[in-house]
């Protein structure tokens, strides 16, 4: 299993930036996908997830309205797009697989056992 998120950077409080992830070596359209951050001196959080299908999406609520979790399942491709962006969204970004197929909602990190390397988003002007 391998997932290789790209699309980080460097941007301006009220930009924008969209994340992508890449996965391989598993059946990429039965597994539930995550979106996680960590911040200096924090825990890992969760961001945004997606159901297998891509039929529906849940976010923590400092987020909502602002990001979007997509997924293009024929690319075994993941997105995280990312708008009006603050400083405290600055935070290493991982893209994570649900330990478990047909399973969606999850939002602990206990819960996927897949993980990327992250991809580092940091806000400032």
């Known amino acids: 299993v391998q997932l290789v998120e790209s699309g980080g950077g460097v941007v301006q409080p009220g930009g924008s930036l969209r994340l992508s992830c890449a996965a391989s070596?598993?059946?990429?359209?039965?597994?539930?996908m995550g979106w996680f951050r960590q911040a200096p001196g924090k825990e890992h959080e969760f961001v945004g997830g997606i159901h297998w299908t891509g039929g529906s999406t849940y976010y923590r609520d400092s987020v909502k309205g602002r990001f979007s979790v997509s997924r293009d399942n024929p690319k075994n491709t993941v997105y995280l797009q990312m708008n009006s962006l603050k400083p405290e969204d600055t935070a290493v970004y991982y893209c994570?697989?649900?330990?478990?197929?047909?399973?969606?909602?999850?939002?602990?990190?206990?819960?996927?056992?897949?993980w990327g390397q992250g991809t580092q988003v940091t806000v400032s002007s």
């Open positions: 070596g598993f059946t990429f359209s039965s597994y539930a």
């Open positions: 994570a697989a649900e330990n478990r197929p047909y399973r969606s909602g999850r939002t602990d990190r206990r819960d996927f056992g897949s």
